[in-house]
């Protein structure tokens, strides 16, 4: 089929439409200003970038199903999944985006393109002011996928950013009780409860089981939160070894990657299965009967990785058909999405993770210049994807991850925490990991006014607002780094091939965790 082609002289008229087919093409008379890519989930760098420069492949390549869309990892051309946007002289934008799913869009000289992966499909073109023209998409997008169900996001204690996986049930009823009268409506426990990544079931570090904790956290007057990832599976996990068949594998049977993590090798489950899909929907049924009323899903974008599928479903497709299933099972709890695959996501999830995790720095050196890694954790990249990602907005309660209050174990100026605190009330969506007794009696009521304010918020450029009166501006969080020179991109390159070996993995996660057990030892 012959693509659509549109020239960008195109009247307005021409342009804000829906056009049918499996690409797209507009011709642009001139090289625009700045072209938006946007990641494929909720990690995955979104940003203006400078369409003059080849995209740096992201390193090590063993994380890439974890961090991009893995099947356009290598492409060097300015691209992004399901939309792209450029800025024109004039100053107005042109965006395509695509109305259904397994789309992508590129920059190819002066044209832009869009296609379907597998068929074809609608496509918006719209230009205009871009505050209005990401409006319009999300409209359309609202007709097409729905949206959440409006309910405004709770204030939630989140236990990854301090204790990460050293929690249990001792730690956390410690850290309830210490939260006293700070008004955060969720006590939603992270990472580190579950006996496996598959095997979702209280390890020894919680002794008295799932239902003890909730009832003790619904006892306190909050609501009970807890986190998943279910479309994950290990090697060392009893679902890995039980259920070889329900693995999603490539057309040579070998089992698809979903990246590495917690010292292992991470695969996928087939979300067409019709076992798979039982089993999801009893597992949901499992946790929200333990009585947790607030589910943060995560690594969901497994789900949605290129592989050969039992019922030969497109991968988005199968994704979003497996969250139904979810999202059916999780009745009327609050449903946040967490490296999610964007567009597939919507309409079946109350909140979404919008940018990559913080942390208690601003930026690892190491990974964004030396291993082009703009997704990993760290608050600059957390702020630009997520600023980025304001448009979902209307469509999603959207999440930018959690803020820091405390000065303890935090190399975050006071500046940079005020960035992270303000980028949440944009947002809307307030959280925090902080423990009550790393803060001092200021940030303690800081972290109390913050939870309770109610602003008024005015965006007046694309990463400039007023919150009250107060102005922001979070320009510095949004430049990329820039490309290495010479001696120092050898470095790189040697660092992000021998991050490809499982080994040298375990050994940095090692590191890390050894770095923060230590750091914690000696404030604690
Ligand atoms: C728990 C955490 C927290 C956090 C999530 C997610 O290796 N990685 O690329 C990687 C990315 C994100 C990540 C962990 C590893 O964090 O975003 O809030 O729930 O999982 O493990």
Redesign the pocket.
Known sequence: MKPTTINSQATQAETDKIIHGEQITIQLDAQPLQFYRHGWQS?SLAAWVDPAQRVPAIRPKL?HP??TDPLYASETQPNGSWLGAVELSDGNILLIGALGLEAHVALSGNSLKGWYESGDGDWFVGRGPEQDVFAHYTTLLEERLGKGRGTPSPRVWCS?YSLYTSIDEIILLQVLHDLDDLPFDVFQV??GWQVGIGDWQPNDKFPSGMEALADRIRASGRIPGL?LAPLLVVPSSKLFREHPDWLLRNKNGQLVSA?F?WGEQLYTIDTTHPEVLEWLAKLMKRVRAWGFDYI?L?FLYAGALPGIRQNGMPRETAYRHGLQVIREALGEAFFLT??APILPSLGLCDAM?IGP?VAHYWESMRDSRMLNNP???GVKNAIRTALNRLWLNPLVQTDP?VVYFRSKLNELSDEQKRLLQDLALICGFKATSDLPSWLNERERARLSDFLTSQPMIKRTERYKFTIDKRNVDFSEAIPLSKPLNLPLRGVGAILGWAANFPVIMRANDNLGKWALTKLRKDHT
Do not use: A
Request: hydrophobic share 25%; net charge negative.
């Open positions: 990690w994380l974890m961090q990854w992270d990472d986190w990246g993590n943060k995560d967490c490296g993770r995790d997704t990993t954790p991850d």
